[in-house]
């Protein structure tokens, strides 16, 4: 019999070329390396689907991934066996079985994102792979006010780099915020689904506003005009990162409580 | 005229065999590399003082060298340009005249370290370098109970190994704490000084109290023995961090204030 499993998994991106699978051995993937893993652990191939496609460098703390396999190893000894076919760089927290029409992509009802800025006068070692270094003050209540114009339900035709294949650009956001914690700049975007480069198109925007370049009024402006233009520049990868996804009853689990949870 | 520079350093210690310089290129430590970094930069040959002798593998958030130079750059432009001489993974944070005569070692009033795990069942991409995963429940209030015994005035023979040069084992913990961050389990402790692998020693204690392996009451059998094998095995380095140093009237400054300070 096959079985459906869901998996909560974390990365930090930095050693490879995006979330999805480009068919070069050269160009190490997060699911190339997912497969890889779980074909040992499994022995047989295994197909992962991944919620979010998440670009060259970008991290997860929360991606979801699921698989369909005939091996009967039970669910909650997943994380353990998996994790040690994985590098140091890429962990699975969770494991659940899952109907068996669950599709990690489409089931998702929205995703979480992430960026952050280190913002101090000097680098810090601890946080170069994890924040953009920003060594001007900004001013963090006006990235909100900003932030706050990306809420409902709009269309992201300027929020896009050309490559992505989407054919509609009208998105929901559910929450945007913005916040200071110490020396670090967090923005935060919970939506039903992001185009490509979308979030880091935000973040661009939301700096330059922060850094007084640009008004928080291009935000507005642009989501009524569709220019790309009007806004900032497309934030690097590394300050990014895929936080959580959300799906109908608890992960499209029966019992949810039943996960293997590693909290 | 020859100027004495005091610098604040942070670093990620694991591709390096310390803090200290071993003559030997094919090894990098912290030092070697600042001594680089600042000779470049002052265009003079540098030698670096450091507060503490990490280990390989070791970090800082606030080492403090000092270092002698008839360079003319003023010394609030130090931090940003040795920086552009640093790798990504040793930056200096900030930067202050001193007198003469401050020595970063001998001044140093106390210093503090702090050693971390992350405890839960699945180990975590983003703290893979800088905490040491513990896949099994720790009791934190006895972790600390173990703790408090280290703090006072003792003979800390029992927690050195072989291969400290000291001739005392006598020193002075100023304070000592244990407590939970989410998945992470802090121990932090100030002290007059410390002895080779004493605060990995007693981190490898700690932790063998938390699991239940021995009592909290092996430190004060230990204090009072001398004897290292009544302690736990010593802690892996990449869990320690030197957080930060301290000296007499704001680190042998006139005026504190006016140091370069990025905080």
Chains 1, 2 share one sequence.
């Not at 991106?13 to 390396?33: A, E, H, K, M």
Request: glycine letters at 10%; proline letters at 6%.
């Amino acid at each position: 019999m096959t079985r459906n499993i869901k998996l909560v998994v974390e990365y930090d991106g930095t050693g490879y070329c995006g979330f999805q699978d480009q068919g070069r051995p050269d160009r190490p993937t997060i699911q190339s390396v997912l497969q890889e893993a779980l074909a040992r652990t499994c022995q047989e191939p295994v197909q992962v689907i991944g919620a979010g496609r998440t670009d060259a460098g970008v991290h997860a703390r929360g991606q979801v991934v699921n698989f369909h396999t005939r091996s009967r190893i039970p669910v909650e000894r997943f994380p353990a066996a998996v994790n040690t076919q994985l590098p140091w760089d890429i962990k699975v927290r969770e494991a659940a079985e899952v109907p068996g029409d669950f599709h990690a992509r489409y089931w998702a009802l929205s995703k979480t994102y992430r960026y952050t800025w280190l913002v101090r006068a000097t680098p810090s070692p601890f946080w170069h792979r994890y924040a953009l270094f920003v060594p001007r003050p900004v001013d963090v209540e006006k990235m909100r006010r900003a932030a706050r114009h990306f809420v409902g339900e709009h269309d992201f035709a300027a929020f896009r780099s050309t490559g992505g294949g989407s054919k509609s650009t009208v998105r929901r956001m559910y929450r945007a915020d913005v916040w200071r914690e110490n020396d670090l700049v967090h923005f935060e975007i919970e939506g039903s689904g992001f185009l490509y480069n979308m979030v880091r198109i935000m973040a661009g925007t939301l700096l330059e506003v922060g850094l007084g370049r640009r008004s928080a009024e291009c935000v507005p402006k642009a989501l009524a005009s569709g220019r790309r233009e009007e806004l900032g520049s497309t934030a690097p990868p590394h300050g990014l990162t895929l936080m959580a996804v959300a799906y109908p009853d608890g992960g499209g689990l029966e019992n949810p409580e039943e996960s293997a949870s590693t909290g």
